[in-house]
Every structure is written in C-alpha cells, then in structure tokens.
C-alpha cells in the first residue's frame, strides 16, 4: 500500500463505520484496519456485514441495524462498546441515491433517501456521541458534492447532503469544547460503488463523466481512505467542522458539465 500515513497510525484507536459493508466506507474499514484500528462495521444486511467482516480479517466486529432506527443503532453501538471499549472514530456513512426527476418522485421516495442520509447521520452522531472518547474523539460524516452543486435527477440527495453538511458545520460548533472534532469528506464518483453504479450505468456514461472530471478519472475507495485516515488522525487535531472536497475537481465544473448538457 502506497501511503503517507504509516501503518499502526491508529493502533488501540476504535473505529465504527455505518454503511461499512460496501463501497467507500468498506474500502475505509480496510485502511483503518491495516493502520491498527479495531474496526466495527454496521450494514442493515447481515450476510454483507459477516461477509465484510471476513475480508477484513482481525480486530473486526461486524453489527446489524437500520441507522433510521435509533433502538437498534443504538443497541449497535452498545456492542461495539462492549467489545472493544470507548469510541476514537466514528464515520456515518450509511447513504441511499437513485436517478429520478422531481416529478417522477414520490413524497416516500424523497423521504427514503432523506431519512437513510440525513436522519440516519443524525441518529449515528447523536447515539455515538454516549460512547465517544472525550476529550479526543473525531466524527466524519460521508457527504457528495451535490450538498452544495445542484444537480439533476438528485433532489433528494442534494437536500439530503446539504443537511449533513451543516449539521457537521453545526455540531463542530457545539461539541468542539467537549473535546471532538466534526468533518465531512466529498468523494465525488468513485469507481465499483453502488452510487455511481447507477448514475453512470454504461461504458459511454462512464467514460463522458470521468472525461469531464478536471482530474479525468474516477477515485478509487482507497484515496478516499486515505483522506478519512489523515483527518482522522493528530496529524489533523486542529481540523473540524470542514468538508473536504475529495472528488477530482468534480464540484467545480457541476453536474451539467457532466451529463454533457
């Protein structure tokens, strides 16, 4: 692994990550894990959450729960706790997303992705915070450019996102004297992700966004990670309540740039 943060960076630190069984947030369990990490890993599909667990090896729990329930999230978090003690790093990760014009949306499918993204970081921040270590502890919310860059087909994620942006801005505010850190990451379109699976179904799609991308490529989970890493460590003490914009230039150019309009 090609790294400026050595590993054993987070030795005895205590991660948990919603939304840790795919995608980002799994490539971000498995570069906490290979820096020294005891890791918890939270997804509403037991079968991915024993499955994600196994690809990360030692040191790795693996829980169940919706994150818009706030009984079972916080039943989780109390089994991360029991396990491997107080919290050093908490990521909300867990997101829903789908292509769809306003008019073609129902009140439910609006409220869906709002309730996975925004509700479901509430209740993750407000329920960990019980089990943070304080003074110390640092908070990343999973964000995307369209909390600040409209964009069509993406109503609800734009909403979404933007209320975990200033939710991370605001608990900054509120808990930085208690001794935690709040931040959000942008990563932009990312290659193998659910997310980008369906915004750029096709080889044509695929190609017409990573060429309109300043940087001209998809991320890979990985640099996400690494970015997640750094912020989580000292090496970041004196970082919160900022988004990180971690998309290739993505949110420079927007998202009509990219569906080529």
């Known amino acids: 692994m090609n790294s400026a943060l050595k590993d054993g960076i987070l030795d005895n630190k205590v991660a948990f990550i919603t939304g840790?069984?795919?995608?980002?947030?799994?490539?971000?369990?498995r570069r906490f894990v290979a820096a020294g990490a005891k890791v918890t890993v939270l997804g509403r599909n037991?079968?991915?959450a024993r499955a994600a667990?196994?690809?990360?090896?030692?040191h790795v729990l693996d829980v169940t729960a919706d994150v818009r329930q706030p009984d079972q999230l916080a039943a989780a978090l109390a089994q991360a706790r029991d396990r491997f003690g107080e919290i050093d790093i908490l990521v909300a990760g867990a997101a829903g997303n789908f292509p769809s014009p306003a008019l073609a949306m129902?009140?439910?499918g609006f409220k869906a992705v709002v309730d996975i993204d925004l509700l479901g970081t509430f209740n993750a921040l407000r329920l960990g915070y019980e089990h943070l270590r304080r003074p110390g502890a640092h908070v990343l919310a999973i964000s995307a450019p369209q909390a600040q860059v409209p964009s069509m087909l993406?109503?609800?994620v734009c909403a979404a996102k933007a209320g975990v942006?200033?939710?991370v801005k605001t608990l900054a505010l509120e808990w930085g004297a208690l001794g935690v850190r709040v931040n959000s990451i942008w990563p932009g379109a990312v290659e193998g992700t659910e997310g980008m699976q369906r915004l750029a179904p096709t080889p044509e799609s695929h190609a017409r966004i990573a060429g309109a991308i300043p940087l001209g490529r998809f991320a890979?989970?990985?640099e996400i990670a690494e970015v997640a890493l750094f912020l989580s460590t000292d090496s970041a003490r004196y970082v919160t309540g900022a988004v990180w914009a971690v998309d290739g230039g993505m949110s420079l150019v927007g998202f009509h740039a990219l569906a080529g309009s």
Request: hydrophobic content about 30%.
């Open 220 to 222: 890979s989970a990985e």
């Open 46 to 48: 037991a079968d991915k």
């Open 20 to 29: 840790g069984t795919s995608g980002i947030n799994l490539g971000i369990a």
């Open 53 to 58: 667990r196994e690809s990360l090896g030692a």
């Open 106 to 108: 129902s009140p439910n």
């Open 165 to 167: 942006d200033m939710l």
């Open 154 to 156: 993406q109503s609800h």
